[in-house]
């Protein structure tokens, strides 16, 4: 008994001492992508157990490289894990708005203002997360006008197109119905 007992204690230390040289954390992140090596940032991020931390580390790889489509995919699922994190929800903001996609951005808007509001009144970055998200809204809603306007645009044009083509269609067969009735 003492001996199985001893057997499994050792096998505990190992197992513990091998998961805590494989835990990773932002920092080891920060330093492979500052070490220019990208893919072991990225292998490095995916490792890390803190669901929020490893979104965060996600996040700043993917915005760093100007991923933006997946930086707010990375953003969103964080939020999902946690979601109060106010970091997490401008982020998701900030890349939908670098994508140029006022209703994405719109939308996470709409996520990060709850963070806001549950934030602690004495949150000491309360007011920069408020004039940012009042930043955003502005050109969310600068964003959203353009697109509704591509909107509109895109849907005369096919109108258009379709107009013309049923009009060439009449004007063919006119033509060539004409030319059957001449004797």
């Known amino acids: 008994m003492r001996a199985s007992r001893r057997c499994v204690d050792a096998a505990l230390v190992c197992v513990v001492s091998a998961t805590s040289s494989f835990a ?13 090596d990208f893919s072991r940032a990225r292998d490095t991020a995916t490792r890390i157990v803190d669901l929020g931390e490893r979104a965060r580390s996600l996040v700043w790889i993917d915005y ?13 699922t964080g939020l999902a894990a946690t979601p109060s994190d106010p970091w997490l929800a ?3 903001v900030a890349a939908a708005l ?9 939308r996470g808007l709409d996520d990060f203002e709850r963070v806001i509001a549950r934030a602690t009144p004495d949150t000491a970055e309360l007011a920069d997360w408020r004039a940012t998200a009042s930043d955003y809204r502005a050109r969310a809603r600068e964003l959203t006008v353009l697109e509704d306007a591509a909107d509109v645009a895109l849907n005369r044009s096919r109108w258009t197109v379709i107009v013309l083509l049923v009009a060439a269609s009449v004007s063919g067969w006119l033509c060539l119905r004409g030319g059957e009735q001449r004797p």
């Open 24 to 36: 990773q954390s932002f920092v080891d992140v920060q330093a492979a992508a500052e070490a220019g």
């Open 64 to 76: 760093g490289a100007r991923d933006y489509a997946s930086a707010v995919a990375e953003a969103r």
């Open 98 to 106: 670098a994508l140029r996609d006022g209703r994405a951005a719109t």
């Open 90 to 92: 401008e982020r998701a």
